[in-house]
């Protein structure tokens, strides 16, 4: 498989908060089409952090084993990016240089390094590029669900 779209975590994270219906509607769609389409990715980070987020930080926590059932199954779904040395060091310059949050250059650094040209994300800059790699707020009110598969 070769990503053309690279998810962060608020992506999966809101298919599964029932406390925000609009932007879990969206979700789901968003995860529907891309499966369809089967060219999109996550990385080991964002994995991660859909763990942590769904077992400690929802309202209602989402069990251990439910949660780590989720990521086995997003692993299945969409390719997994490594986030090694590499990444952490990309991420880094994208700190000092755009003045990203580690975490966001994280995501950034995976998708350059790895040659995807779009990530889905509430949380990057919405219709910005950095150094060709494109962002789009799936949750905005004139993103094109249709778009992706």
């Not at 990309?90 to 003045?99: D, K, N, P, Q």
């Not at 250059?105 to 949380?123: F, G, I, K, P, Y």
Request: hydrophobic content about 50%; charged content about 20%; glycine content about 4%.
């Amino acid at each position: 498989m070769s990503a053309e779209i690279l998810l962060d975590t608020n992506v999966l994270v809101y298919a599964f908060d029932a406390d925000e219906r609009v932007k879990q509607t969206r979700a789901l769609e968003v995860l529907v089409a891309l499966q369809r389409r089967g060219s999109a990715a996550v990385s080991s980070q964002v994995l991660g952090e859909f763990f942590v987020t769904a077992t400690r930080k929802f309202p209602t926590s989402m069990d251990a084993s439910v949660a780590a059932s989720h990521v086995q199954r997003f692993a299945e779904v969409f390719e997994v990016l490594d986030c090694g040395l590499a990444v952490t060091l990309e991420a880094l310059r994208g700190v000092v240089r755009y003045r990203l949050a580690f975490y966001d250059a994280q995501v950034w650094a995976t998708a350059r390094l790895n040659h995807v040209a779009l990530v889905l994300s509430e949380d990057l800059p919405g219709a910005a590029e950095i150094e060709g790699v494109r962002f789009a707020n799936p949750f905005a009110q004139d993103f094109d669900v249709s778009a992706l598969g």
